[in-house]
Nanobody
Framework: QVRLIESGGGLVQAGDSLTLSCADS??????????MGWFRQAPGNEREFVAA????????KYGEVVQGRFTISRDNAKATIHLRMNALKPEDTAVYYC????????????????????WGQGTQVTVSS
């Protein structure tokens, strides 16, 4: 059974960096999940795509608002993904959710939250100005 656990959230200042991690604490079969990604949701806003990565590190997609500042990486052996967030802005404040998509036939990671079957509980990131 897949169980995604996020860690690494916290309170930082604008311009700081932070790294989020997501591990499968269930079956340890995260490497069997085709795509793993991050979404975020701020109060009053819809859930927003951040980044996603396939089994191959070459299969990566980023949301426009984080392109160039965030980097997603994946360690299949450890069933873990990371999100390195640089140059953080107050508008990056949100709950960040880890998600997993079993479908291995998509040519690229999807930005649509509806296709992701597995979700973590979320970790809060707060960026002060």
């Amino acid at each position: 059974q897949v169980r995604l656990i996020e860690s690494g959230g916290g309170l930082v200042q604008a311009g700081d960096s932070l790294t989020l991690s997501c591990a499968d604490s269930g079956s340890g079969a995260t490497s069997g999940i085709a795509v793993m990604g991050w979404f975020r949701q701020a109060p009053g806003n819809e859930r927003e795509f951040v980044a996603a990565v396939g089994r191959s590190a070459a299969s990566v997609k980023y949301g426009e608002v984080v392109q160039g500042r965030f980097t997603i990486s994946r360690d299949n052996a450890k069933a873990t993904i990371h999100l390195r967030m640089n140059a953080l802005k107050p508008e990056d404040t949100a709950v960040y959710y880890c998600a997993g998509d079993r479908n291995s036939f998509r040519p690229l990671p999807s930005m649509n939250s509806n296709v992701y079957e597995y979700w973590g509980q979320g970790t809060q990131v707060t960026v002060s100005s």
